[in-house]
């Protein structure tokens, strides 16, 4: 059986939620490895709703393992508080359901000042990040001033190290005029919560490792989307992660030989939350209307998303650079009653004609898409639970979708529940 990967294709926004409860109700493990309480999923299971941030989704089913690897940045007090939340919900978290990396870096008050102040810093430029700190605690990481899971029950190293970091931290906070974060109240915060989250704390590599021996199905999670990744993505107006199938595994801990299959979630159109060049936006009435009929409002910090026509030129070097196999395409159903449908296959920039989207930001900022124009479809993808209920037209997009971006569907979802979902090919097979 194969151990799989899902990653988005797009902006975020996927609909990783559901795609991801339905592979983690046939997965034994499931690994979050990128980003943070940034990300959002929204679960529906038997009429009750799940929200969640941080925790992988595999936590809401009983039997399953959830590990938080490394490649997190983990907010221990929005850790706990949905730890809270869920159980509230009925939901069992255990130190035997639930193991967070020991390596992995926390985010700190001090992050939340540090993403506003950057903001603010930014004018009227700003990347619209989610406020969460991921940011600077990401820059920490790689500063190699990070307090990380494992520093929390060593008390001298705790103390030194938020020292260390604060006086970094603070006379940046004095250069901007901004008030300083007290380091005594940090610490004392910390240490209120420490027992709880030490908890959990686990040699995640190892439990992997066993997982594999054992024969078990690993499900790797992953959060937002390939434009938004650090290296690959709409550079700056991204997050400070990678989300290409790389990540998966350094953010785990286990060699990327281990997975087996790769699936990139895919809206049928496009969204977006932040700022940044997006090619394809309708700015107009028909955005207005694939943002109404698609509920296009985040599930993190409620902003209306930005929406637009399928951009298949994006989407292609998404699943070229993130290692996608295939793709899961996501409410397609939204579609249903639109006259016509435009794909994006090419960009004219500047006058020259792009078959990719190149790095210049202002590149990116000049691209008009090349469209291709289809014929809308009467009649309902809604619901669809076999090929056959699927009206020809729909078909007939989502073939050309296929060819385009050179990946074939291998899950289709056609509304927000999780048995409407035609499967073209099981994702656990090799
Ligand atoms: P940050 O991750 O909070 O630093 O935000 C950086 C950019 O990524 C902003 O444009 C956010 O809107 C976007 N972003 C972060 N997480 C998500 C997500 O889960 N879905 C969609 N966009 C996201």
């Not at 592979?23 to 038997?46: E, K, P, Y």
């Not at 850790?79 to 035997?96: A, C, D, F, N």
């Not at 989610?130 to 990070?146: F, N, Q």
């Not at 037209?393 to 979802?413: C, D, F, H, M, Q």
């Amino acid at each position: 059986m194969a151990n799989v990967a899902v990653i988005g294709s797009q902006w975020g926004d996927e609909g990783k939620g559901k795609i991801v409860d339905w592979l983690s109700s046939r997965a034994d493990v499931v690994v979050r490895f990128q980003g943070g309480h940034n990300a959002g999923h929204t679960l529906v299971i038997d009429g009750k709703v799940y929200k969640l941030h941080l925790l992988p989704s595999g936590i809401v089913r009983p039997g399953k393992v959830s590990i938080i690897g490394s490649g997190v940045v983990i907010d221990p007090w929005a850790l706990l508080e949905e730890i809270t939340r869920i159980k509230e919900q009925g939901v069992e978290v255990s130190p035997e359901t639930l193991v967070i990396a020991e390596n992995a870096p926390l985010i700190l008050p001090v992050h939340r000042v540090l993403d506003k102040a950057m903001e603010t810093s930014r004018g009227d430029r700003p990347i619209g990040t989610t406020g969460r700190g991921i940011g600077p605690a990401y820059e920490d990481k790689v500063a190699r001033r990070a307090i990380r899971i494992c520093d929390l029950d060593d008390d001298a190293a705790l103390e030194r190290k938020l020292n260390r970091m604060m006086d970094h931290h603070n006379a940046l906070l004095r250069g901007l005029g901004l008030e300083e974060v007290d380091v005594q109240e940090t610490l004392e915060a910390l240490k209120e919560v420490r027992s709880e989250i030490l908890a959990y704390r686990g040699v995640v590599w190892k439990v992997l490792d066993q997982a594999r021996q054992d024969g078990k199905r690993i499900l790797f999670e992953g959060a937002q989307g390939m434009m938004l990744d650090v290296d690959h993505g709409t550079y700056p107006f991204v997050t400070s992660s990678n989300m290409a199938v790389g990540q998966a595994a350094v953010g785990a801990g286990i060699g990327p030989d281990v997975i087996d299959n790769v699936l990139g979630i895919t809206k049928a159109y496009t969204t977006r939350v932040g700022e940044g060049p997006f090619p394809t936006e309708q700015d107009n009435e028909i955005g207005e209307r694939i943002g109404q009929k698609g509920h296009e409002f985040g599930t993190t910090t409620g902003r209306k998303r930005r929406c637009g026509w399928f951009d298949a030129v994006a989407v292609r070097q998404a699943i070229k650079v993130g290692g996608i196999k295939g793709i899961v395409l996501t409410k397609l159903d939204v579609l249903d009653g639109m006259e016509e449908i435009k794909i994006c296959v090419g960009y004219d920039i500047n006058g020259e004609r792009y078959d990719h989207l190149p790095a210049a930001q202002n590149l990116q900022q000049a691209a008009t898409p090349v469209y291709e124009t289809m014929s809308g479809w009467q009649g309902e993808v809604h619901g669809a639970r076999s090929w056959a209920d699927i009206p020809a037209e729909a078909i007939k997009y989502v073939r050309r979708i296929e060819e385009l971006v050179g990946a074939p569907v291998t899950l289709l979802s056609t509304s927000p529940e999780r048995d409407d979902t035609i499967v073209m090919e099981d994702p656990f097979v090799k």
